[in-house]
């Protein structure tokens, strides 16, 4: 760890990993959203604050055992499946009984902040990933490659960035509750993005992540279950004013 070095040929890169990060990044701040709403407002910023800190640390381990990380592609399926759960989960309540939405016992403080850490550690397992296949590193014990910094700096800014967006989001849902549904559906369809990557970890030997047309379609995906969401807040504002 002690051998890295930098040039001015490193900054590309850098900018490259923080921005990829940085998108990455953006369908764990939806989960972490979803996961604190119900909290009031000062629990939130404590519940994504200590999420912050534990995330870095956990990331920090994450690299450091990098070469790892491959053969773990269980804790993505693990994270697929919560988010998956998370997804199904609202659809199913919000068909039910509207009028015991109310009275529905909420997590405590410290339950969520778990939820937030599992959650940050799932997604943390794919970002490691994705930035040490970028910058060339070979997924091979015992040493790391003497540009293992640049992940690191691009890894941190992805958290921060995670932060910012997750509060961008939970403001955005509160004000637009339309934004709720379309979010829940996001967050199913990120669920079984990670299944489908942990899948093809596991049964592909240089795996270097999914293919274009796939990568495209999930993006598709996503957009589409954003703008239906407007269509969901119309629908309820309609609903509300009859």
Not at 76 to 96: N, R
Request: charged share 15%.
């Amino acid at each position: 760890m002690l051998d890295q070095t930098f040039s001015l040929i490193d900054i590309p890169s850098l900018l490259t990993l923080t921005f990829l990060e940085g998108i990455l990044s953006v369908d764990n701040a939806l989960a972490l959203a979803l996961i604190v709403r119900h909290l009031p407002p000062m629990e939130k910023k404590k519940a994504l604050f200590v999420g912050l800190v534990s995330a870095i640390i956990l990331r920090a381990l994450g690299i450091l055992s990098a070469a790892y990380l491959i053969q773990i592609f269980w804790i993505q399926i693990a994270g697929g499946a919560y988010l998956l759960y998370l997804a199904c989960s609202h659809l199913l309540t919000q068909s039910k009984n509207k009028e015991k939405k109310g009275k529905a016992k909420k997590p405590s403080f410290w339950k969520v902040v778990i939820l937030v850490e599992l959650t940050d550690f799932a997604f943390a397992v794919d970002s490691i990933l994705a930035g040490l296949a970028l910058i060339g590193v070979r997924f091979t014990p015992p040493h790391l490659p003497p540009k293992i910094w640049i992940v690191y700096f691009g890894g941190i800014m992805g958290i921060i960035l995670m932060r910012f967006a997750a509060r961008l989001f939970t403001s955005l849902i509160e004000r637009f509750p339309g934004l709720e549904l379309g979010a829940h559906l996001i967050v199913g369809w990120i669920g079984l993005k990670l299944i489908l990557e942990a899948s093809l970890k596991a049964t592909i030997a240089y795996y270097t992540g999914l293919p274009t047309w796939l990568g495209i379609l999930f993006w598709v995906g996503v957009v589409a279950f954003f703008l239906s969401s407007f269509f969901f807040k119309k629908k309820g504002s309609i609903d509300s004013n009859s």
